[in-house]
């Protein structure tokens, strides 16, 4: 019971990690795009994290854990609404002694919310929030669930051997190939491209960027930390090591990489690296060695820098690099556990067939949904409205109020 207690606290620890992973999504976000949509992109932000926990608690986990029964396809089960708890839920019984029934839904629940964020700051500055909370209601509440179902329920990817620790995947390319759909439906922010090249937005401010990236890095100690289901001492020290490792290696190749390119020193690029770095070591954190977790992250912070660059030559237009950091670096790093991997039972052309199914489902999915937005209620706001500031005419407040105003 000790043992139990012991491996509950951490992961209870991880999921308030995880959880302050929002902080720093929010931060990021506001911080790489213009101060006259900020309200929007907040409320876009805590929208997600308390629907998605209720979405969840209705069905999601029951949806994502339904314990496939022996001879099903592996696709799609369900276990019924509500999270009742189990018998010996609470006991050393349940998951082999590393956490309670009650920290596994809050544990799963914190991941949950993560994908529709990922989207949230590819469409910012132009989608209307009525649809966007649509969308999350069926990507969060339906299309996350099944697709966590196939690996981390013991679904049919999973009984094939496809491997992703914590979700480079199963959470990131999830959100990314969502992002993508979006961004391709949505169309490019007024200004973006002048004569068919891409212009500069800069965002209203870089020292919230930062302090998101480096409260991101922490809630990945939660995030990839927390995926070891236990508080086993020799996997969890080996994860945060190569978690820290690759975001440390991301960051600065991304840095110098694109100080080759474009002979100036970009924070965003640093930033946007680091983040590569993490989630490309996501999928395989527990089974690489050190040196092994520098390369994917040095590889992912390269991939960054012309991910950025080629999303912008096919004229999409992504705020805050959300489709090279977890749609292309999700894509690398499960991968990589096919190329890295200390486990010989993990293969590349499985990790290929992981990749390729979810992309599939999640490109269906997802067109599905925003393309209905579109034909129905609009997903667009006004010309106005954007140029005015989604904060104004969305939600009738100011994220920075000029108080010298209000003085007399």
């Known amino acids: 019971m000790e043992l139990l207690t012991t491996n509950n606290v951490w992961m209870m620890i991880c999921t308030a990690l995880v959880f302050f992973m929002h902080t720093g999504f929010a931060f990021l976000e506001i911080g790489l795009t213009r101060q006259k949509n900020t309200i929007n992109i907040l409320f876009k932000n805590i929208f997600i994290i308390t629907v998605g926990l209720l979405l969840y608690y209705i069905a999601g986990f029951n949806l994502m854990y339904p314990g496939f029964a022996e001879g099903s396809s592996g696709i799609l089960d369900f276990a019924g609404f509500g999270i009742a708890a189990p018998e010996n839920g609470m006991t050393p019984e349940y998951a082999d002694g590393g956490y309670t029934w009650w920290t596994d ?13 990922i989207v949230s700051g590819a469409v910012a500055e132009r989608m209307k929030i009525g649809p966007f909370m649509i969308f999350t209601v069926f990507y969060v509440g339906l299309v996350y669930p099944i697709a966590g179902s196939w690996k981390w329920g013991g679904g049919f990817l999973d009984q094939m051997g496809f491997y992703d620790f914590a979700g480079s995947t199963l959470v990131h390319s999830v959100g990314g190939w969502a992002a993508l759909v979006a961004v391709y439906l949505l169309g490019s922010r007024i200004g973006k491209f002048k004569d068919g090249k891409p212009q500069a937005i800069p965002g209203h401010s870089i020292p919230l960027a930062t302090a998101g990236v480096l409260i991101l890095w922490l809630g990945w100690f939660g995030f990839n930390g927390g ?47 680091i983040l590569g770095g993490l989630v490309g070591i996501t999928a395989g954190a527990d089974v690489m060695t050190p040196e092994s977790a520098i390369i994917i992250g040095a590889i992912a912070g390269s991939l960054i820098v012309f991910a950025v660059s080629f999303v912008d030559a096919i004229k999409l237009d ?20 096919g190329i890295f991997s200390t486990n010989p039972e993990h293969t590349f052309l499985i990790q290929l067939t992981g990749v390729a199914c979810y992309a599939a489902f999640c490109l269906v999915t997802s067109f599905i949904i925003i393309y209905t937005l579109k034909k129905t209620v609009g997903i667009r706001v006004s010309e106005r409205e954007e140029l005015e500031g989604l904060d104004a005419h969305e939600h009738g407040m100011d994220a920075y109020p000029d108080f010298r105003l209000n003085e007399h």
């Open 105 to 117: 839904f809050l544990f799963q629940g914190m991941f949950a919310a993560t994908a529709a964020t």
């Open 227 to 273: 995926s070891v289901l236990s508080a086993d001492p020799e996997l969890t020290s080996l994860t945060l090591v190569t978690t820290c490792l690759a975001a440390a290696a991301g960051g600065v190749v991304a840095a110098l990489v694109s100080f080759i390119k474009y002979k100036n020193l970009d924070l965003t690029m640093f930033l946007n690296g």
């Open 318 to 337: 992504d705020p805050v690099g959300a489709i090279a950091v977890h749609l292309i670096c999700g894509i690398w790093g499960t991968l990589a556990v």
